[in-house]
């Protein structure tokens, strides 16, 4: 099992819409949790953080936790066609006095215009 | 400027050859991050440096050898490059454990 698994999609959905990303994890030691996106050729970027269980919104996306679930999603609203990319999830893991990143594969998102 | 930079861009070598990339940070973190990128898009984590200081070694080929001069550089020199190195090479850093990455613009390594 991988530690972090993502649907690889590609995810369609037309502008206007939510986009609804999933991500889930295998340890439940995992600490902290980010979203990034990625567009083609560039280096991934930061997109939201979460560190508790619920909801955190920012502007148009809102990262949602659930420990007991093992899952960490990101909604994005009024989805643009600018939002087309790779999503990526990646957790923090406690390892010998300090933390592992472990990211997931990625989402392929389209939002079409 | 830019937070985190890594040079070359791009690099194109061959089969057996040696060769290094570099990155530097002025963000003041103390810890940086060599991750590898496959073509499908997998970022794995390569090695991590806290203050200079090894702290995270993966299972990676000991052609691979990472190298912290200050606690702003933290380079990778691979030996005897093989065709399974070919992958895009991503410097991170962090503020403070558990705090986002930062990641300079990668370099992309072919080899042929």
């Known amino acids: 099992q991988k530690e972090v698994e993502q649907n690889s999609g590609p995810l369609s959905v037309p502008e206007g819409a939510i986009a609804s990303l999933n991500c889930t994890y295998s340890?439940?030691?995992?600490?902290?949790f980010f979203w990034y996106r990625q567009y083609s050729g560039k280096s991934p970027e930061l997109i939201m953080f979460?560190?508790?269980?619920g909801d955190k919104e920012d502007g148009r996306f809102t990262a949602q936790l659930n420990k007991a679930s093992q899952y960490v999603s990101l909604l994005i609203r009024d989805s643009q066609p600018s939002d087309s990319a790779t999503y990526l999830c990646?957790?923090?893991?406690?390892?010998?006095?300090?933390?592992?990143?472990?990211f997931g594969t990625g989402t392929r998102l389209k939002v079409l215009a | 400027d830019t937070a985190v930079s890594q040079t070359p861009k791009y690099l194109v070598t061959q089969m057996g050859n040696d060769k290094s990339i570099k990155c530097e940070q002025n963000?003041?973190?103390?810890?940086m991050y060599w991750y590898k990128q496959d073509s499908k898009k997998f970022l794995k984590i390569m090695f991590s440096?806290?203050?200079?200081?090894?702290?995270i070694n993966e299972t990676v080929p000991n052609r691979f050898s990472p190298k912290s001069p200050d606690k702003a550089h933290l380079n990778l020199h691979i030996n005897s490059l093989e065709l399974g190195d070919s992958a895009v090479y991503f410097c991170?850093?962090?503020?403070?454990?558990?705090?986002?990455?930062?990641f300079g613009n990668g370099t992309r390594l072919t080899v042929t």
């Open positions: 990646a957790v923090t893991l406690p390892l010998s006095g300090t933390y592992k990143y472990i």
């Open positions: 340890d439940r030691g995992s600490q902290s």
């Open positions: 979460i560190y508790s269980n």
């Open positions: 963000l003041g973190h103390d810890t």
């Open positions: 440096y806290n203050n200079k200081e090894l702290i």
């Open positions: 991170a850093t962090t503020e403070r454990r558990n705090s986002p990455l930062h």
